[in-house]
């Protein structure tokens, strides 16, 4: 593929508001004493309308893959229809090439999508598909099968050129839907949780195509998932989304390692980060925390991110992820614990524990388990587990924040 397609995209102070309908006014105020309906989003609902993105701010370099990732309705779908020009923006500029094109049609914007749905032509075969927008373009015969028979070698689906979709199975279909992208040469490359209607193997598989595609076409992606494995393994910075606002940027190591915030930390990682109610303890200049009565250092590098953050002694949240719990003997810095559940995964075991009332996971290796156990825990056994030092994610109790 030619190397001209490549561009930055910039996002500066991108709003979205849908307006309320006529029989939706803005909410009804409540008298005192009454209680408010419950809300089943946290979208914010102002005069104009509903809130769906807010304040979004970002740079994506030439050629970067950036992916975004957050739970159902906290805008990552809405946010890359407005820079595909399917949806209007309500406030802020979508720069594509440092060219503002708010105004622009989505079809002057040089842009290439690919759908959850496939949205492929029934009634034509895979390479009139593929060859669709060329035509449009009044491009010559001869450069459009060069471009669909390229695209069709790079996702290997030179055999199919002749099928209609309903004579492919949907890992086909959906590399049919991204050939026909590819031989557009887009600046930019918009992916709306293209894997979510695939089984779990091709999910997987594809996803792998999908790295391997990036690697041969030099153009700019931005990818929308709402799973957290397709954003961690396919990412070069991840966005994360909740109720229209980013929570945090950066690399899938960074917000692996290094969680903004508790929503950021229980999303990235699975089995999902354990959470404790504890506390800080301050000695002079040294923190340490209290966790159901055995107090547990803390390395020097998460000292100094807490007095950088000027962190009190009090009620924290401690995080600590299933795989950084070990089992351990009785001792002075352990957690007795009862096991309720032991899933055999294969090459580790997922262990659910009893603290003191508190659900826990651990993730145990098998070959790190002790001969008697090699095939998992009885119900009811009592365990006891600790953790190191320098794995531990300390968060303010009221914001949320990380303090580490």
Do not use: W
Request: proline letters at 4%; one cysteine or more.
């Amino acid at each position: 593929m030619n190397a001209r397609t490549m561009a930055t995209v910039s996002l500066k102070n991108v709003k979205k508001i849908y307006p309320h309908s006529n029989d939706q006014k803005k909410p009804k105020k409540h008298k005192k004493g009454e209680a408010p309906e419950e809300k089943k989003a946290n979208l914010q609902v102002t005069e104009q309308g509903v809130v769906a993105v807010q304040e979004f701010n970002l740079d994506i370099a030439d050629q970067e893959f950036i992916v975004l990732v957050g739970p159902s309705g906290c805008g990552k779908s809405t946010t890359l229809r407005m820079i595909a020009g399917l949806e209007e923006i309500s406030e802020g500029e979508v720069i594509i090439d440092g060219r503002v094109v708010n105004d622009v049609p989505p079809k002057d914007r040089d842009i290439a999508m690919v759908f959850q749905n496939y949205a492929l032509y029934p009634h034509m075969t895979v390479y009139e598909n593929m060859a669709f927008s060329l035509k449009l373009k009044k491009v010559d015969k001869k450069t459009i099968d060069e471009k669909v028979r390229e695209a069709a070698e790079i996702l290997d689906i030179t055999q199919y050129l002749d099928r209609k979709p309903k004579a492919l199975s949907g890992g086909q279909r959906q590399r049919v839907a991204i050939g026909r992208a590819i031989v557009r040469e887009p600046k930019v490359f918009l992916m709306d949780e293209p894997l979510s209607n695939l089984d779990a193997k091709l999910r997987n598989q594809m996803r792998a195509e999908i790295i391997k595609l990036r690697q041969r076409i030099n153009t700019t992606f931005i990818y929308v998932t709402h799973d957290q494995t397709e954003a961690m393994t396919l990412g070069d910075r991840i966005v994360i989304m909740r109720d229209g606002f980013i929570q945090q940027i950066g690399t899938p190591q960074e917000v692996f390692n290094h969680p903004a915030n508790l929503f950021v930390a229980g999303f990235i990682g699975t089995p999902q980060m354990n959470f404790f109610d504890a506390e800080l303890k301050k000695t002079g200049d040294k923190y340490s925390v209290m966790l159901y009565g055995t107090e547990f250092a803390i390395s020097e590098e998460k000292q100094a991110s807490l007095r950088a953050h000027g962190a009190a002694a009090g009620p924290v949240v401690l995080g600590v992820r299933p795989e950084h719990i070990m089992l351990c003997d009785k001792g002075a810095t352990s957690v007795k614990a009862t096991v309720d559940v032991s899933e055999m995964m294969g090459s580790s075991i997922h262990l659910h524990v009893n603290a003191n009332g508190k659900d826990v996971v651990l993730v145990i290796a098998t070959v790190d388990l002790p001969e008697d156990h090699k095939f998992g825990y009885r119900y009811g056994e009592e365990v006891y587990f600790t953790f190191n030092e320098n794995v531990v994610h300390v968060f303010d109790k009221e914001s949320g924040k990380a303090l580490t």
